[in-house]
């Protein structure tokens, strides 16, 4: 069974910076992709970034450029190191761990972009 829990969310002024954390159970996360999604009220989920488990990263053009991802696989730990926060990026979000075609979610930790 796979356990992701999100924490580091809270409130950042605009043009701050927050750094989320994702921390997983099992002995999957090696070898699975990990990816980060938010979600506004009233709006769909979308994917913010991902990572391979070779490392690989990807990016929503919305945040190419200030945010990153990373991960640790000594800890079974992926980040989101989030720079120059804009009022959009106001969501909740959540960690995934996708393997053999399945995806497993975190509980979501809200992030607020306000001054």
Do not use: H
Not at 14 to 35: E, H, T
Not at 50 to 70: C, E, L, P, Q
Request: net charge positive.
């Amino acid at each position: 069974q796979v356990q992701l829990v999100e924490s580091g969310g809270g409130l950042v002024q605009p043009g701050g910076s927050l750094r989320l954390s994702c921390a997983a159970s099992g002995s999957i996360f090696r070898i699975a992709g990990m990816g980060w999604y938010r979600q506004a009220p009233e709006k769909q989920r979308e994917l913010v970034a991902r990572i391979t488990s070779g490392g690989s990263t990807n990016y929503a053009d919305s945040v190419k450029g200030r945010f990153t991802m990373s991960r640790d696989n000594a800890k079974n730990t992926v980040f989101l190191q989030m720079s120059s926060l804009k009022p959009e990026d106001t969501a909740v979000y959540y960690c995934s761990l996708v393997f053999q075609g399945v995806i497993y979610w975190g509980q979501g930790t809200q992030v607020t972009v306000s001054s």
